[in-house]
């Protein structure tokens, strides 16, 4: 029998008992897991003096996000599990096997600044159940 470690993270206010369930799923399967939601947006790195490229898309052959051939998902940081025994061999947080449990968007608020507060205190009432 292999001991997990979960973290939940506080800075995401929207983390239900069910999202907590699934990390606890997935980590049955996979040596670690990830809380994620779809994301669709097309991102842009700095490469020079001022330059931008695509990181996750071709700029001269851009398709409409709803084309695109793949999904992609963002890390919420909502919560996570691990195998503490492998965890403690690689001292990292992800390794091996890596699952997901997806939380919809409107869910995958984190508070990292005082704007996300704001959006989090917009959303509260609308999904308070």
Not at 58 to 71: K, V, Y
């Amino acid at each position: 029998m292999f001991l997990k470690l979960f973290m939940i993270q506080p800075t995401s206010p929207f983390l239900r008992g069910e999202d907590l369930d699934a990390i606890v799923r997935a980590c049955e399967t996979f040596d670690t897991c990830l809380t994620v939601t779809k994301f669709h947006g097309f991102v842009w790195r700095q490469i020079g003096d001022g330059d931008i490229a695509g990181v996750n898309h071709d700029p001269s052959r851009r398709l409409r996000r709803q084309d695109l051939p793949f999904t992609e998902y963002l890390e919420t940081g909502a919560a996570g599990g691990m195998d503490i025994e492998q965890f403690l061999n690689v001292k990292r947080r992800f390794f091996g096997h890596i699952g997901f449990c997806e939380m919809p968007s409107l869910r995958s608020v984190e508070i990292d600044g005082p704007n996300d507060l704001t959006l989090a205190n917009l959303l509260f009432p609308l999904l308070d159940s």
